[in-house]
């Protein structure tokens, strides 16, 4: 049996001898940042030292040792057409020489709002500088117009950093329990928050049932758990256990714009009340919208003109600025296209036969699951069905060989999975690149 510690301190060591200058620029930085990087997600990579990018452009990243990868993270969704495409660049060069931020509305406002209606179908639109902050702001709306306190979610649900959804579910009791991995925690967010397994409509419909859900924020499929798609059917009924319910109906589509241009709820006439995109709507420029339906507008005007003056809670200063707006408007006309979709899509699932065909030839137990031009490899024999199932197959060293692996050798994954993106600026040499690397990596494990 291979011994997957023996090959991880291969790599490992591998990766200190050619990457001199990351591993310099780590020990530096730590002087000046928390564990020696900006955010410190960025040590999440399974390298000595996090890779030091120089420059990004397309699907390629040089880093400070000069050597180039291909990239299929594409910055966990965020580069998602590509690394600084011409089109966006140019906006934000534009813009940069007439404005960055006023704390009013940009003369393009009215037609970012007709791009956003036009690419994902609500008429309505806020904006925000992340998708949390939108996920954030979308609750305090729904309790807002709903009156209600409880938020539901699904267990291994992705909504960035939003407290009322960093909590876990006892698979035992089916109990809401605080996350232990959250630091600073002081509110019991068990008391407004309820947990249920995705893809099961008898706990869900439980948990409506008291009456007081203000809202359901779900992805269209789980993400943070590798990718866990919904089984047949699962969605029309969860939208019209919602409506009988009166709870509002939340899709976070961060991730899952991959799926199709406007994302999975447009493809798929899911018709939610509010929909959050974040990471890539405005190609890669800190952004995020929600939308919601004219309907919905109207109840929240009112509950904001109910309201005494002073702050809502809702919103920040740079939210809306002149800056992101040309992005966003160079986004929607460029990017969000038939064509780059097209393009995407096909590539997409030429990579995901190219995977399958691999790992039946070589009698692994894996799996392939595939959403638009985003898909997982899945270390496990069959398609997940809730997070529990993705926990209990686990093979987290594995999984770290995996990215060590193929990073040493120019191919870059998401670091918290095993995700692979498709983009517009792939080609299909990039395509038989990961391939190629992946034939490696088996061979290896033999």
Known sequence: M?????????????FIQTHPASMAQAAAARQHYLFGVPLHWMRDWPSPATLAVACAEGVTLTCADGLQYTDFCLGDTGAMFGHSPRPLAEAIAQQASQGLTCMLPSTRAVAVGQGLQRVFGLPQW????????????????????TRRPVLLVFDGCYHGAVDDTLVDRDPTTGRTLPRASVLGQVHNHAEFTRVVPFNDLAALEAALAPGDVAALLAEPALTNFGLV???????????????????????DETHTVSTALGGYA?????????????KAVAGGLPC??????????????????????????????????????????AALTHLHTEANYRHMLDLAEQLEKGLVQRIRAAGRPWTVTRLGARMELQFMDHTPRDAQDVRDHAQSDLEAFTHLFMLNRGVLLTPFHSMMLVSPATTEADVQKLLGVFDELLADLA
Request: glycine share 8%.
């Open 2 to 14: 291979v011994d997957i510690s023996t090959l991880q301190a291969r790599e490992r060591q591998r």
């Open 126 to 145: 806020q904006m925000a500088l992340s998708a949390s902050d939108a996920n954030r702001f979308v609750l305090r709306w729904a309790r807002g117009v």
């Open 229 to 251: 798609p919904p089984v047949d059917g699962y969605w029309p009924a969860v939208r019209d256990l919602c409506r009988r319910h009166g709870t509002l109906f939340v899709m």
């Open 266 to 278: 447009r493809e798929h006439r899911l018709d939610p009340d509010l929909l959050v995109v974040g």
């Open 288 to 329: 995020a919208v929600y939308g919601f339906t004219d309907d919905l507008a109207e109840r929240m005007t009112r509950a904001k003109e109910a309201a005494p003056d002073g702050h809502s809670g809702i919103g920040t200063t740079l939210a809306g600025n002149a800056l992101t707006l040309a992005a966003l408007d």
